[in-house]
């Protein structure tokens, strides 16, 4: 894992204060500067600096796939480790491959990569579920949601 | 979230969720920006916005951060066999935990996978998240069949949904 970017108090109070809520008016980020003690500009500059070194993976709406009638699915693979870099090149292709993580445990190595499928309209996932068996050779694994009891991303700062 | 629910995305909202899709122009008038680009008032970008929020189109507006950036280094995707009949209880139950990000109920894939609850878990340290994995044991009782712990240990691809323009955008 790479070490990660250092950020300071401020910083850290942009992320915890701004997960959500961000303004939607003529100057948002000059209203949003505001509790945090800086100027519109130092907000701005912030976020680029977070944005480049990967402190921050996003900045923007976070759009919910169903509600535009579209559908998100976790999936996983079993993928040898000989064939681990040419089968992640084919997954990581595909746009409707919106996250992919490598997990691993001692009792279940066999599924090792686990990615969110997210498309416009619910058959494309079947589509996408094909192509990436397709192109890989190897089965994938959906595991659509059956029920939601909890989804909270916000995560606050360790210090 | 049911089918039912979503709401119908009209032309320029599809143009306005793929302008942003990336993230919000990190500019002053940020909104002016995507008019600019989409061809509409500032005014009707704002209210748009407003509205796909309070729909639920958008979850909400501001920062993602990179877990492990901010301290998470550690990931488990905790994974429990448990009776159909008593999950939603137990799903209920589990997702209620303040270290818990999320909770499903997804189906089983026998014989490679007997579990059918998944519940993330975040922490400073393996063993951190172990111990709070041993919490959500508590709960579960005698009711779990078998868990694992699967840990994130690479982030591949993290890039959210890109939605292709079609030829009408």
């Known amino acids: 894992m790479r070490e990660a970017a250092p950020i300071d108090a401020t910083d850290r109070a942009i992320i915890d204060g701004l997960q959500g809520g961000f303004p939607i008016c003529e100057r948002p980020y000059a209203a949003a500067a ?88 619910v058959d494309g996932i079947d589509a996408a579920v094909r192509q990436i068996e397709e192109a890989s050779g190897l089965p994938v694994f959906p595991f659509p949601k059956l029920q939601e009891y909890f989804v909270e991303m916000k995560l606050a700062v360790r210090s | 979230m049911s089918a039912q629910a979503a709401a119908i995305l009209d032309a320029t909202d599809r143009r306005l969720v793929i302008a942003t899709q990336n993230g919000l122009p990190l500019v002053a008038r940020p909104y002016h920006q995507l008019a600019e680009a989409i061809g509409i008032a500032p005014e009707e970008v704002m209210a748009r916005l407003t509205h796909l929020l309070e729909s639920g189109v958008i979850r909400r507006i501001g920062a993602v951060p990179n877990h492990y950036a901010i301290g998470y280094t550690a990931n488990g995707m905790s994974v429990w066999d448990v009776p159909d009949e008593r999950i939603d209880e137990l799903g209920v139950r589990v997702g209620g935990l303040d270290f818990v990000t999320h909770c499903y109920h997804r189906p089983r894939r026998l014989p490679e996978w007997p579990y059918n609850l998944f519940a993330m878990v975040h922490g400073g340290s393996r063993t951190e998240v172990l111990a709070k994995v041993r919490a959500i044991a508590e709960i579960i009782g005698s009711d779990c069949h078998s868990h694992d712990v699967l840990f994130s240990t690479a982030i591949l691809k993290k890039t959210g949904l890109r939605m292709a323009p079609r030829r009408d955008d």
């Open chain 1, 34 to 121: 505001g509790s945090f003690g800086i100027s519109e500009t130092e907000l701005l500059e912030r976020l680029q600096r977070m944005l480049a070194t990967r402190v921050l993976t996003r900045f923007g709406p976070m759009f919910q796939v169903e509600r535009m009638g579209g559908a998100f699915v976790l999936a996983a693979m079993c993928v040898p480790d000989a064939e681990w870099l040419r089968v992640l090149e084919i997954v990581n292709a595909f746009p409707e491959v919106a996250h992919n993580y490598r997990r691993e445990s001692d009792r279940n190595g066999a599924f090792n990569m686990w990615f969110v499928l997210a498309t416009e309209t």
